[in-house]
Each structure stands twice: as structure tokens, then as C-alpha cells.
């Protein structure tokens, strides 16, 4: 049978790789890698999607990591308590379990980040060993605590300006964004 077959190449991907078993090429355009031809029994298309880290620039002056489609995210943990007089299932706080507030070290985006993969942890969920996350795909990367990022209505402040810390160097594990409730996505790089 002969018809038109279109595959969406995402936008986040630069160097899409489509390979066939047969000899005709996709014609690629407009995100899409388009073939049309008479369709054997046993035909196959293969796609490569490579997910590469990204930076990007916040207007607020930090910045934010992109993993291919996911938006990646510090989670500091949660503690979920119930709030007292609450009724049914109840109402509850949910607040940081660990420290939130981190300013990265000053680095190459191409070099100072890590990609973390792992096949301990169910999808889109996080595990927690001592103070490390572990989900199935996170994002390493260098920083230290800030004394001045307030909390402000119960969320967290303004990114600051030029921050400077003498905190020890730690690692901060990055996580897709839709797996934790508490998060920081855009950091503030240290001046020094």
C-alpha cells in the first residue's frame, strides 16, 4: 500500500537520527521527517532522539537546566503534616526537608554538568538515600547554600544579585520537574 507517513521531530532535539531498512530517506521538514512510498511487510523506521542538557537564561536573572523536553528541578524533600482539626483526608503543610537555597558555581555549561541516569527508581518518582535523591534521570551539578535568598509568602524569594557564599562546595542533584511538589528551577550563578 502507498501513503504519506509524517514523523514529528520535537523541537528540543538538534540532531535527530532516522534510519531505515529500506533505501529511500526521510525528506526532513518543518519538524518533520516525511516519507512516502509503496509500504513493504516488514518496513522498519527508527528514530534517535539524543537528549542534550541546556542552559537557559532566566529573566529573573538565574538560570534553569532543559533536558530535552523536561524542565529540570533541585527537589529539597518534603514534610507532610497533617494540619491539626482537619477533617475527611485531611488538610496538610508540606514544607522543605532540607536546605533549598543554593547558589551554582560559576562553570561551562558544556563541561559542569553531569547526566545521571538510573534504573532504581520508578518513573517519574524519587527515592530518597540520606540527603540524595535518586530519580530515573537527574542532573548533576555543583553549588553552595546561600545565607541571602529569603523565603517571601511562603515561597522562595527574588533571585539575588551577585550572590557571593563561603558554604562548603556540594553536589545538587537536578530532577524532571513533575516529579516533586517542592522544587527550584532557576538559580542565581555566584559571583566568585
Same mark, same amino acid.
Given at each position: 500500500?502507498?501513503?504519506?507517513?509524517?514523523? /514529528?521531530?520535537?523541537?528540543?532535539?538538534?540532531?535527530?537520527? $532516522?534510519?531505515?531498512?529500506?533505501?529511500?530517506?526521510?525528506?526532513?521538514?518543518?519538524? +518533520?521527517?516525511?516519507?512516502?512510498?509503496?509500504?513493504? @511487510?516488514?518496513?522498519?523506521?527508527?528514530?534517535?532522539?539524543?537528549? /542534550?542538557?541546556? %542552559? $537557559?537564561?532566566?529573566?529573573?536573572?538565574?538560570?534553569? &537546566?532543559?533536558?530535552?523536553?523536561?524542565?529540570? #528541578?533541585?527537589? *529539597?524533600?518534603?514534610?507532610?503534616?497533617?494540619?491539626?482539626? @482537619?477533617?475527611? &483526608?485531611?488538610? !496538610?503543610?508540606?514544607?522543605?526537608?532540607?536546605?533549598? @537555597?543554593?547558589?551554582?558555581? =560559576? &562553570?561551562?555549561?558544556?563541561?559542569?554538568?553531569?547526566?545521571?541516569?538510573?534504573?532504581?527508581?520508578?518513573? &517519574?518518582?524519587?527515592?530518597?538515600?540520606?540527603?540524595? =535523591?535518586? #530519580?530515573?534521570?537527574?542532573?548533576?551539578?555543583?553549588?553552595? %547554600? %546561600?545565607?541571602?535568598?529569603?523565603?517571601?509568602?511562603?515561597?522562595?524569594? =527574588?533571585?539575588?544579585?551577585? *550572590?557571593? @557564599? !563561603?558554604? =562548603?562546595?556540594?553536589?545538587? +542533584?537536578? $530532577?524532571?520537574?513533575?516529579?516533586? /511538589?517542592? /522544587?527550584? #528551577?532557576?538559580?542565581?550563578?555566584?559571583?566568585?
Amino acid at each position: 500500500m502507498r501513503f504519506e507517513l509524517w514523523l /514529528r521531530i520535537p523541537s528540543w532535539c538538534a540532531q535527530a537520527k $532516522v534510519d531505515t531498512n529500506f533505501a529511500e530517506m526521510a525528506t526532513m521538514m518543518d519538524g +518533520f521527517a516525511r516519507f512516502e512510498r509503496l509500504w513493504n @511487510s516488514g518496513d522498519q523506521i527508527t528514530m534517535e532522539l539524543p537528549q /542534550r542538557v541546556k %542552559l $537557559v537564561n532566566r529573566p529573573s536573572g538565574g538560570v534553569g &537546566f532543559e533536558l530535552g523536553p523536561w524542565i529540570m #528541578a533541585y527537589s *529539597p524533600g518534603e514534610i507532610w503534616e497533617r494540619i491539626p482539626g @482537619s477533617t475527611g &483526608f485531611g488538610d !496538610y503543610e508540606v514544607r522543605a526537608r532540607y536546605s533549598w @537555597s543554593y547558589g551554582l558555581l =560559576p &562553570f561551562d555549561p558544556e563541561k559542569s554538568q553531569r547526566l545521571v541516569r538510573s534504573r532504581s527508581s520508578p518513573p &517519574f518518582q524519587i527515592k530518597w538515600i540520606s540527603r540524595t =535523591p535518586i #530519580a530515573p534521570v537527574m542532573i548533576e551539578v555543583r553549588g553552595r %547554600l %546561600l545565607n541571602d535568598w529569603p523565603i517571601l509568602a511562603a515561597s522562595a524569594g =527574588p533571585i539575588p544579585v551577585a *550572590p557571593h @557564599s !563561603y558554604a =562548603p562546595e556540594e553536589k545538587i +542533584f537536578l $530532577v524532571p520537574y513533575g516529579c516533586t /511538589r517542592i /522544587r527550584i #528551577a532557576e538559580f542565581p550563578v555566584l559571583s566568585g
